[in-house]
């Protein structure tokens, strides 16, 4: 009888506990549902298996994970305000500081990607001034790295990828590219002799071009004044030298920034697809 | 042993009512996720939830959020396959309307002609339904580019603040305050900058007019003077700015024309949101 009643209980046991593992795997069974589609880049789903779980789940157990996931979901899909939205709740059902962490860094890693860099700047800065994060310096020094190349700010980025290390392959790379940039300010001043700017961006043609018009009117200019016609001096000074001069300035300004456009494109285009490393 | 057994099974026993397995996709449970996204405005998900469990849940309701959500994210034609399953429901008067809105978003707000009306054969039970149709084909008509009907035809379907805001955009529509672009240009090839101001550019207008006549006055006085390439150099230029200014005087007023025409049109549109196409707000979410 004896032996019979400890088989009944021992049976109980473990019908019960199986039961209770069975059920804790049905909502472990969702998330890992919904973390293939993840794995598969079948986003969609990922989003829709995440939601369901989170709306079902009262335990809290898959919030932060769900949440960062969705997140992460919606960026792919280049839906960036919602990916913000799913991460800002990730962060706050985040239990560790790590998660926390973890999920502020993907928020300003959307606002590198989406141009917000002001906002990724000041979140970075956020993350510097928190203890908790103390020794996580490079990675915030790295990502502000990539905040201030996407801010075209070349020389702040390398000295952030600096603050890592003095010879990270980014510096160099942000250096490189720093050092081959045409100074717009530098052009404008040099057009101040008509056409210097142009030489200065390469625009050799444009720059004869710009000498011919600014000659062609201060002579006819000058040749008005010495001839006492003090009106027509000015009318032609103001019409057509002055608007000529005013042009090439712009011109030469205009030129050293499209040329820098170009430039800074082509760098971003080899760090997006030849670059090996993090990015955002 | 026997008060450690029972113990332990008192323990498992404890546990019992967290360890029921959930079925996140029963058909109830779906239709739970599937009302929730709905209410978050999430329509694309919603309705393939919906759509997973029609055939299992069959519900008048369902169908009509189908439906919705089919309109909600511009599949007009999806949208109204559903109507057919709601011909006979409680929702038949909401389901025709939504699926005439449906036609007249889906040809882009022109909505068919009044001779369309033959395709929909109201009867006089279908009077909200007929109504509503009319208030979409007065909203075509002010949009659409075919001849006008009379005013009252436009503004009887409408109550209330909806008749004083129709009223004013039929007189928009019959009466636009265009200009004309070649009397802009005349104006302007007569006395440089009087077409600027005919379309109310007065600061451009006034310019014009300035630097024409003063360049036009330098000319002459250099010929006088028989200064010649001076005199060559501003009758070119006097040239370019009466040229330039006629051109742009015709370019002015189609520009304002444009601008009457999209301020219009955008003026329609921002009315038919705001009014959500004459249709009721359904409250499924509270």
């Given at each position: 009888?004896?032996?019979?009643?400890k088989?009944l209980?021992?049976?109980?046991?473990i019908v019960?506990?199986t039961i209770?593992?069975?059920?804790?795997?049905?909502?472990?069974q969702?998330?890992?549902?919904?973390?293939?589609?993840?794995d598969?880049?079948?986003?969609?789903?990922?989003?829709?298996?995440?939601?369901?779980?989170?709306?079902f789940?009262?335990?809290?157990?898959?919030?932060?994970?769900?949440n960062?996931?969705i997140?992460l979901?919606?960026?792919e899909?280049?839906k960036f305000s919602d990916?913000?939205h799913?991460l800002?709740?990730?962060?706050m059902?985040?239990?560790?500081?790590?998660?926390?962490?973890?999920?502020?860094?993907?928020?300003?890693?959307?606002?590198?990607?989406?141009?917000t860099?002001?906002?990724?700047?000041?979140?970075?800065d956020d993350?510097?001034n928190?203890?908790?994060f103390?020794?996580?310096?490079?990675?915030?020094?790295y990502?502000?790295?990539?905040?201030?190349?996407f801010?075209d700010e070349?020389?702040?980025?390398?000295?952030?990828f600096?603050l890592?290390?003095?010879?990270h392959?980014?510096?160099?790379f942000c250096d490189?590219?720093?050092?081959?940039?045409?100074?717009p300010?530098?052009?404008?001043?040099l057009s101040?002799?008509?056409?210097?700017?142009?030489?200065?961006?390469?625009?050799?043609?444009?720059?004869l071009?710009?000498?011919?018009?600014?000659?062609?009117w201060?002579?006819?200019?000058i040749?008005?004044?010495?001839?006492d016609?003090?009106?027509?001096?000015?009318m032609?000074?103001?019409?057509?030298?002055?608007?000529?001069?005013?042009?090439?300035?712009?011109?030469?300004?205009?030129?050293?920034?499209?040329?820098?456009?170009?430039?800074?494109?082509?760098?971003?285009?080899?760090l997006?697809?030849?670059y090996?490393?993090?990015?955002? | 042993?026997?008060v450690f057994?029972t113990?332990l099974?008192?323990?498992?026993?404890?546990?019992?009512?967290?360890?029921?397995?959930f079925?996140?996709?029963?058909?109830?449970?779906?239709k739970?996720?599937?009302?929730?996204?709905?209410?978050q405005?999430d329509?694309?998900?919603?309705?393939?939830?919906?759509?997973?469990?029609?055939?299992i849940?069959?519900n008048?309701t369902i169908?009509f959020?189908?439906?919705?959500?089919?309109s909600?994210?511009g599949?007009?034609?999806m949208?109204?396959?559903?109507?057919?399953?709601l011909?006979?429901?409680?929702?038949?008067?909401?389901?025709?309307c939504?699926?005439?809105k449906?036609?007249f978003?889906?040809?882009?707000?022109?909505?068919y002609?009044?001779s369309?009306i033959?395709l929909?054969?109201?009867?006089?039970?279908?009077s909200?339904?007929?109504?509503?149709?009319?208030k979409?084909?007065?909203a075509?008509?002010?949009?659409?580019?075919?001849?006008?009907?009379?005013e009252d035809?436009?503004i009887?379907p409408?109550?209330g603040?909806?008749t004083?805001?129709i009223a004013?955009?039929?007189?928009?529509?019959?009466?636009?305050?265009?200009?004309?672009?070649a009397?802009?240009?005349?104006?302007?090839a007569?006395i440089?900058?009087?077409?600027?101001?005919?379309?109310?550019?007065?600061?451009?207008g006034?310019?014009?007019?300035?630097?024409t006549?003063?360049?036009?006055?330098?000319?002459?006085?250099?010929?006088?003077a028989?200064?010649k390439?001076?005199?060559?150099?501003?009758t070119g230029?006097?040239?370019f700015f009466?040229?330039?200014?006629?051109?742009g005087?015709?370019?002015?007023?189609?520009?304002?024309?444009?601008r009457?025409?999209?301020?219009?049109?955008?003026?329609?549109?921002?009315?038919l949101?705001?009014?959500?196409y004459f249709?009721?707000?359904?409250?499924?979410?509270?």
């Amino acid at each position: 009888m004896t032996f019979a009643i400890k088989i009944l209980f021992t049976l109980i046991f473990i019908v019960v506990g199986t039961i209770g593992t069975y059920s804790q795997d049905s909502y472990q069974q969702q998330f890992e549902l919904a973390k293939k589609h993840f794995d598969e880049e079948n986003y969609f789903d990922a989003v829709t298996e995440f939601k369901r779980l989170l709306f079902f789940d009262n335990s809290g157990k898959y919030t932060y994970e769900a949440n960062r996931l969705i997140g992460l979901s919606y960026k792919e899909g280049a839906k960036f305000s919602d990916a913000v939205h799913f991460l800002a709740l990730a962060e706050m059902n985040a239990i560790t500081s790590e998660q926390i962490f973890e999920s502020k860094i993907e928020i300003i890693k959307i606002n590198i990607l989406r141009r917000t860099t002001n906002r990724a700047l000041s979140l970075l800065d956020d993350l510097r001034n928190d203890e908790r994060f103390n020794d996580k310096s490079d990675e915030i020094n790295y990502w502000s790295g990539w905040a201030y190349i996407f801010a075209d700010e070349w020389e702040k980025a390398s000295t952030s990828f600096a603050l890592i290390d003095s010879i990270h392959s980014l510096k160099a790379f942000c250096d490189s590219v720093k050092s081959d940039l045409y100074d717009p300010t530098i052009a404008k001043a040099l057009s101040i002799v008509p056409g210097m700017g142009q030489f200065y961006t390469g625009e050799y043609v444009s720059g004869l071009i710009s000498i011919g018009w600014n000659v062609l009117w201060g002579y006819l200019t000058i040749n008005a004044f010495n001839e006492d016609r003090i009106f027509d001096g000015v009318m032609i000074g103001t019409l057509l030298w002055w608007r000529f001069y005013n042009g090439n300035l712009q011109n030469a300004e205009k030129f050293a920034q499209q040329k820098n456009l170009e430039k800074t494109n082509k760098a971003l285009l080899y760090l997006q697809n030849s670059y090996i490393g993090n990015k955002p | 042993m026997r008060v450690f057994l029972t113990i332990l099974s008192l323990f498992s026993i404890s546990i019992l009512p967290q360890s029921i397995t959930f079925d996140f996709h029963s058909p109830e449970n779906i239709k739970k996720f599937a009302d929730y996204l709905f209410c978050q405005g999430d329509y694309l998900r919603a309705v393939e939830e919906y759509e997973s469990i029609k055939n299992i849940n069959f519900n008048d309701t369902i169908n009509f959020k189908i439906m919705l959500c089919y309109s909600e994210i511009g599949l007009y034609q999806m949208s109204n396959l559903s109507e057919v399953r709601l011909s006979n429901s409680v929702f038949k008067n909401e389901a025709e309307c939504l699926s005439l809105k449906n036609r007249f978003k889906e040809s882009s707000n022109s909505f068919y002609q009044l001779s369309e009306i033959q395709l929909y054969p109201f009867s006089t039970e279908d009077s909200f339904t007929l109504n509503y149709f009319n208030k979409l084909t007065s909203a075509s008509f002010l949009l659409g580019s075919s001849e006008l009907i009379s005013e009252d035809e436009i503004i009887n379907p409408f109550d209330g603040s909806e008749t004083k805001t129709i009223a004013s955009f039929y007189d928009m529509k019959t009466n636009p305050p265009y200009k004309s672009p070649a009397l802009a240009g005349v104006l302007s090839a007569v006395i440089p900058g009087s077409g600027k101001m005919y379309v109310n550019e007065w600061g451009d207008g006034i310019t014009a007019l300035l630097a024409t006549g003063l360049l036009a006055f330098l000319a002459y006085d250099n010929f006088r003077a028989d200064h010649k390439t001076r005199a060559w150099i501003f009758t070119g230029l006097d040239a370019f700015f009466y040229a330039g200014n006629v051109y742009g005087s015709i370019a002015a007023a189609q520009i304002f024309n444009a601008r009457i025409n999209f301020e219009f049109s955008e003026g329609i549109k921002l009315f038919l949101e705001q009014e959500n196409y004459f249709l009721p707000q359904y409250d499924f979410c509270n």
